[in-house]
């Protein structure tokens, strides 16, 4: 009954190689994001998708593709993997907004491109 | 522009001392903030969150928070703290003004001797 659920959980691929990363939310809300933390632990937001809608796309390179089949799912699609794209991938879901705004994480997909 | 900023990259504390980190943010309109913990190895968890109100806000785990609008400061404070808080913290500033897009610091990590 995990609340934000990511697979894998590690992912280990050579350079060039195009690879994906899945997330999906039973908690039924709305909005959904994927996060980059690097290696200096530094988290930085890359999209945000509600409703299946994208509304937030950060300055990320054209060969990282969000899909949200529904509003319960967001993967990550990463074309042409380089070396600057290992770090560690979380995806998030958010309810509320207010004082009941909380995003909720999901435990994170380590990338390791060699 | 939006960002926060940590000072401290690591903090040690011993057992049973009382802690403070140390969060500054800087943040257009009126600004939800937020304390986020992360264990080595698994996503992030919020600890407390502000929105509007009272500016001393309690959170889980004996956390507490204070909002300093004069000094943009968001401070995390515990009396005494345990072993099992070493972990890295992160201060995030959000609201409306950026489509609700959440702005993290680049974490501190506390170490805990006993």
């Known amino acids: 009954d995990t609340a934000v659920s990511q697979t894998p959980k590690y992912l280990v691929t050579q350079m060039g190689n195009d690879k994906s990363i899945k997330c999906e939310q039973n908690?039924?809300?709305?909005?959904m994001y994927w996060y980059k933390q690097d290696s200096k632990k530094f988290l930085k937001i890359m999209f945000s998708?509600?409703?299946?809608?994208?509304?937030i796309n950060e300055t990320v390179p054209n060969r990282f593709s969000p899909k949200s089949p529904d509003k319960a799912h967001l993967n990550l699609h990463i074309n042409s993997l380089e070396l600057g794209d290992s770090a560690v991938y979380f995806c998030?879901?958010?309810?509320?907004?207010?004082?009941?705004?909380?995003?909720?994480f999901g435990p994170g997909t380590r990338l390791t491109v060699l | 522009a939006q960002s926060v900023t940590q000072p401290d990259i690591h903090i040690t504390v011993s057992e049973g001392a009382s802690l403070e980190l140390r969060c500054n943010y800087s943040?257009?309109?009126?600004?939800?903030l937020f304390w986020y913990v992360q264990s080595p190895g698994q996503g992030l968890q919020l600890l407390l969150k502000?929105?509007?109100?009272?500016?001393l806000v309690q959170g889980i785990k004996g956390f507490e928070a204070e909002f300093k609008r004069s000094q943009s400061s968001f401070n995390l404070r515990k009396p005494s703290v345990h072993w099992s808080d070493a972990a890295e913290y992160f201060c995030?500033?959000?609201?409306?003004?950026?489509?609700?897009?959440?702005?993290f610091g680049a974490g501190t990590r506390l170490f805990v001797k006993a």
């Open positions: 998030a879901s958010r309810t509320g907004t207010g004082s009941t705004d909380t995003q909720y």
């Open positions: 998708y509600n409703n299946k809608e994208l509304i």
């Open positions: 908690l039924g809300h709305d909005t």
């Open positions: 502000y929105f509007s109100g009272d500016t």
């Open positions: 943040y257009g309109a009126t600004p939800y």
């Open positions: 995030a500033v959000g609201g409306r003004s950026g489509g609700f897009k959440t702005i």
